[in-house]
């Protein structure tokens, strides 16, 4: 189930990528390889396939489940919904990470979230510093893998 479409994002963070998309694509488009580019998860664990696969996720000392809700590859879009979590307040948040090519050789990273209602306090003030976090660490992963095939 996607996200309602009549209910507005809670919170959108937009972000350029200086790297093709198909590259950006290649790290974020997998479900259960959120270990490539996050460098958190220490363990990640997908159960099922598909749309309401879960990947079971393990964050140093916390874990995460989250539920693949929408995948299109043609749109590189990803969407999720956090069902359980170490850190309670996450749980019911829905994300969708999404990428458009902005020119040849760089695209833009879009990370949408709808909070849960009501949503827990200090929630949104939360994911506005995690999403920006997160994609810098996208960045880092794609310039460690061209470093890596320069080698």
Excluded at 72 to 81: G, I, S
Excluded at 93 to 112: I, N, S
Excluded at 118 to 145: K, M, T
Aim: hydrophobic residues 45%.
């Amino acid at each position: 189930m996607s996200a309602p479409a009549s209910r507005a994002p809670d919170i959108t963070v937009v972000e350029p990528i200086d790297w093709p998309i198909a590259d950006a694509w290649a790290l974020i488009g997998t479900f259960g390889a959120l270990g490539r580019w996050h460098p958190l998860v220490t363990a990640c664990e997908v159960i099922g396939d598909g749309i309401g696969s879960e990947r079971r996720v393990t964050l140093g000392d916390w874990h995460a489940v989250e539920r693949l809700e929408a995948l299109d590859p043609d749109a590189h879009m990803l969407e999720y919904l956090m069902t359980d979590c170490a850190r309670t307040i996450l749980i019911g948040v829905r994300g969708r990470m999404k990428l458009d090519a902005a020119g040849p050789d760089r695209c833009t990273f879009t990370w949408t979230a709808w909070l849960p209602n009501p949503a827990p306090e200090g929630l949104e003030e939360f994911l506005r510093g995690y999403y920006p976090q997160r994609i810098a660490h996208l960045r880092a992963a794609l310039d460690a893998s061209a470093e890596s095939r320069q080698a």
